[in-house]
C-alpha cells in the first residue's frame, strides 16, 4: 500500500503485518524502522496523518537521530501537530529507558555445568514447598540458562507435566536443550515409577524435536536426585 493511501485511511486499512504492533508480534521487534517503533507509543494519528507519518515527521526534525530526539522536552514534543501531553510523555519515559539500559550491567545468565548448578538455581524455589511443582530450565548453546518456568502446579501427591505443552515452550524459547526439574514435598527422593516414564518419555520426544532433555532433578529441601548423575537419562 503506498503512503498516499495510507494517509488517507489510516493504519488500520494496512494490510496486518505492515501495521506497527501486528508487524512486531509476526517478525519480531527488529523487523520496526524507528518511526514504527515510536508510532506504537503514540498509538493513533489524526485524520490526515497516521502515527507512522507523524513519527517520521518527528524524526525528519532532529535529522533521524535517536540520541537528538531523547533530548527533546515533553513541551518540545507538543509542538507537533497530534502530539498532546500524554504522546509526549509516552515518548520521553521510552527514550529514557533507553538511555537507562545502556548504563545497565547486563545479567549474567547462570550457566549450567553439573547437577549442582541446576539445584543451586532450583531448590530455593522448589525446596521448601508443600505442594508438587514441575519446573523446565531453557538453556542456549552454551548451556546458559535462559529462562526458566513453571508448566505444572499440583497436590501434595503429584503433578502432571504435559509433554506437548513443554516442548511448545521450549521451541518459543528458542531453547537449545532443556533441564527438568520437579519437588517431593515428602523430602523422598527415590523416583516414582511415574517419573522414570516420564523421563524417559520427554528424552525421546527431545531427541525427536532435537532439544536435549539433559537432566531431570527431583528436588528436596536439602538434597537433590538427578537423572543423570544416576545414569537414568
Not at 19 to 38: F, T, V
Not at 47 to 53: G, P, Y
Not at 68 to 83: A, E, H, N, P, S
Not at 192 to 212: C, F, M, N, V, Y
Request: hydrophobic share 40%; aromatic share 4%; proline share 3%.
Amino acid at each position: 500500500m503506498n503512503n498516499e493511501n495510507a494517509t488517507s485511511y489510516g493504519i488500520r486499512t494496512w494490510a496486518e503485518e505492515d501495521r506497527p504492533r501486528e508487524k512486531l508480534l509476526l517478525k519480531g521487534k527488529m523487523a520496526l524502522s524507528n518511526a514504527e517503533l515510536i508510532a506504537i507509543l503514540i498509538g493513533s494519528g489524526s485524520r490526515k496523518e497516521t502515527a507512522v507519518d507523524l513519527s517520521k515527521r518527528i524524526l525528519k526534525s532532529v535529522n533521524n537521530n535517536l540520541n537528538q530526539l531523547g533530548r527533546c522536552t515533553v513541551v518540545d514534543l507538543m509542538k507537533f501537530r497530534g502530539i498532546g501531553e500524554a504522546k509526549a510523555i509516552s515518548i520521553v519515559a521510552a527514550l529514557e529507558i533507553g538511555r537507562r539500559r545502556q548504563t545497565e550491567t547486563a545479567l549474567e545468565k547462570p550457566q549450567v555445568r553439573s547437577s549442582r548448578d541446576v539445584a543451586n538455581y532450583i531448590q530455593p524455589i522448589l525446596g521448601d514447598l508443600t505442594h508438587e511443582q514441575f519446573w523446565v530450565l531453557y538453556l542456549n548453546q552454551a548451556n546458559k540458562i535462559m529462562n526458566s518456568e513453571c508448566v505444572s502446579s499440583g497436590g501434595i501427591a503429584g503433578t502432571v507435566a504435559d509433554i506437548r505443552i513443554l516442548f511448545k515452550k521450549a521451541i518459543e524459547n528458542l531453547a537449545c536443550s532443556i533441564i527438568v526439574a520437579h519437588n517431593h514435598p515428602s523430602g523422598n527422593l527415590n523416583p516414582s515409577q511415574a517419573d522414570i516414564q516420564l523421563t524417559k518419555k520427554l528424552t525421546e520426544a527431545g531427541k525427536i524435536l532435537d532439544i536435549p532433555v539433559l537432566d531431570h532433578l527431583i528436588i528436596a529441601e536439602k538434597n537433590y536426585y538427578s537423572f543423570a548423575d544416576e545414569g537414568m537419562m
